[in-house]
């Protein structure tokens, strides 16, 4: 009878290395839902708030993320939707906010709105880029007060970047004076596309702070001038399998949230064309 023949060391570990991966990318862990920031479909949601999250729900889209107008909702409004979110088997896991929401006149209505909703994060959407460290200090502080008065609610506070805090040298760059000075509790929600215009690597600033990237706004990026953020999930540049393995392996990712600027196409097919792909990439079924 013929022997096996017997892999070396260095081939064993080599293919021992990829089998994480690998599993997951034959089976996704589908205990990580994907969402839709509703910017995405800005448009349809001002005409119908009801239909579009319908219409997104239906092509199996497991979240939704609400953005800064619904600060103008009645409690009763948010009410109406937490109760169509739980008759659609959808979440919302966290809200987009203006810098203004976490002001002390306004905190208490964005949590309890977010309550009504069921979220976990309230999470600042923009920030004006600073000219030095004093202003992002400034942001920082806002940060951690918020989460101070959001907390016995249950509800901690994120931040979302864009290009501005993705400039500079590593390690002197906005983003990473606002990781160093904010609580542990407050989500350092990455934005892919704004990350790789900048020229960061969000694979590796997903690996320097682990646990701490909890949600991802999967934005799609081209350096062609003509497309920009115009393409659709897959059609760009940025590694999405390895932000995938980096954010499930280290970065505590809780969800997933696409983000779409325009395509080709309208707001809600360029949204089912997003989620397709997506799935594709992550390897599920």
């Given at each position: 009878?013929?022997?096996t ?5 260095r081939?064993?570990?080599a293919m ?7 599993f997951?990318?034959?089976a996704?862990?589908?205990?990580i839902p994907v ?9 349809a949601?001002?005409q119908?708030p009801?239909?579009?999250?319908r ?5 199996g ?5 609400f953005?800064a ?6 409690d009763?409004q ?7 979110l ?9 809200t ?16 309890d709105?977010?309550?009504?909703l ?5 999470v ?6 600073k000219?030095?460290?004093d202003?992002?200090?400034a ?5 951690n ?8 609610s249950?509800l901690?506070t ?7 805090e993705f ?11 606002l990781?160093?000075n ?6 350092l929600?990455?934005?892919v596309g704004?990350?790789?215009?900048a ?11 682990p ?10 990026w081209?350096p ?6 115009k ?5 760009g540049?940025?590694d999405w399998?390895?932000?995938?393995q980096?954010?499930?392996?280290v970065?505590g ?9 325009g395509?080709?196409?309208s707001e ?9 792909s997506?799935?594709?990439?992550r390897g599920?079924?």
């Open positions: 009878m013929p022997s023949p017997s892999l070396s060391r081939s064993f570990l021992s290395a990829t089998l994480p991966w690998a997951k990318s034959a996704a862990d589908r205990s969402g839709l920031e509703l910017y995405s479909v800005r448009d949601l001002k119908d009801e239909g579009t999250v219409a997104v729900a239906q092509m889209y497991q979240a939704v993320e953005y107008p619904y600060f103008d909702w009645t009763t948010a009410k109406q939707l937490r109760k169509l739980d008759d659609l088997g959808v979440r919302c896991y966290s987009h906010n203006n810098a203004d929401y976490f002001l002390p006149k306004n905190i208490n209505h964005a949590r709105l977010n309550v009504i069921g979220c976990k994060y309230v600042l959407a923009w920030s004006d880029p000219t030095g460290p202003g992002w200090k942001v920082a502080d806002q940060l007060s918020a989460a101070e008065t959001l907390e016995p249950g901690k994120g931040y979302h970047n864009h290009q501005a400039t500079g040298a590593v390690g002197q760059r906005p983003i990473d004076f990781a160093k904010t609580k542990p509790s407050v989500m929600q990455l934005d704004t990350c790789v215009e020229g960061s690597d969000p694979v590796a600033w997903i690996r320097a702070n646990g701490r990237i909890r949600s991802i706004h999967c934005k799609e081209s062609d001038p003509n497309k920009g953020y393409v659709l999930f897959g059609e540049v940025v399998k390895g932000i995938f980096a954010a499930e392996g970065g990712i809780e969800y997933y949230l696409i983000e779409q600027e395509s080709r196409f809600l097919e360029t949204a089912r064309r997003c989620l397709q997506f799935r594709t990439t599920e079924r």
